[in-house]
C-alpha cells in the first residue's frame, strides 16, 4: 500500500519561503507524475504543481514563478520550495500521483495527513 509523509509546514511571514517534502512509501512501480496539491480553509482541494517523469513542470497560475516542484525518483521524494508567500496560500499541502489532468480524475493514492503552511499579514 503506498503512503505518502508530508512534511516541512510552518508558519512564515509574507514574503517568506519554506520548503515541502514528500516522501513515498510502499511503492513497487514508477509513478510518472507526482503532484503538490493544498486546501485551505473553507475550500476545495486544489492543484498547484505538477511534475512529469521527474522533469517536465506545471504550476497553477497563482503559484507560477513562486513554487518549484522537483523529484528525487531514486529516494521516492518530491519536494515544493515555495517564496515569496502569501497570506492565501495558507493551507494544508498534500502530494499525491494524479490519475489526469486535473483533479476531476481524481488520484491514484490514498490521501497522507498533508502538512499545514500558515502564512501571516
Known amino acids: 500500500q503506498v503512503q505518502f509523509v508530508e512534511s516541512g509546514g510552518d508558519l512564515v511571514q509574507a514574503g517568506g519561503s519554506l520548503r515541502l517534502s514528500c516522501k513515498a512509501s510502499?511503492?513497487?512501480?514508477?509513478?510518472?507524475?507526482r503532484a503538490w496539491y493544498r486546501q485551505g480553509p473553507g475550500k476545495q482541494r486544489e492543484e498547484v504543481a505538477r511534475i512529469q517523469d521527474g522533469r517536465r513542470t506545471f504550476y497553477s497560475d497563482s503559484v507560477k514563478g513562486r513554487f518549484t516542484i522537483s523529484a528525487d525518483n531514486a529516494e521516492n521524494t518530491v519536494a515544493l520550495q515555495m517564496t515569496n508567500l502569501k497570506p492565501e496560500d495558507t493551507a494544508v499541502y498534500y502530494c499525491?500521483?494524479?490519475?489526469?489532468?486535473?483533479?476531476?480524475?481524481?488520484?491514484?493514492?490514498?490521501w497522507g495527513q498533508g502538512t499545514q503552511v500558515t502564512v501571516s499579514s
Open positions: 499525491n500521483a494524479p490519475r489526469g489532468i486535473n483533479l476531476r480524475q481524481g488520484v491514484w493514492f490514498s
Open positions: 510502499g511503492i513497487t512501480h514508477k509513478i510518472v507524475d
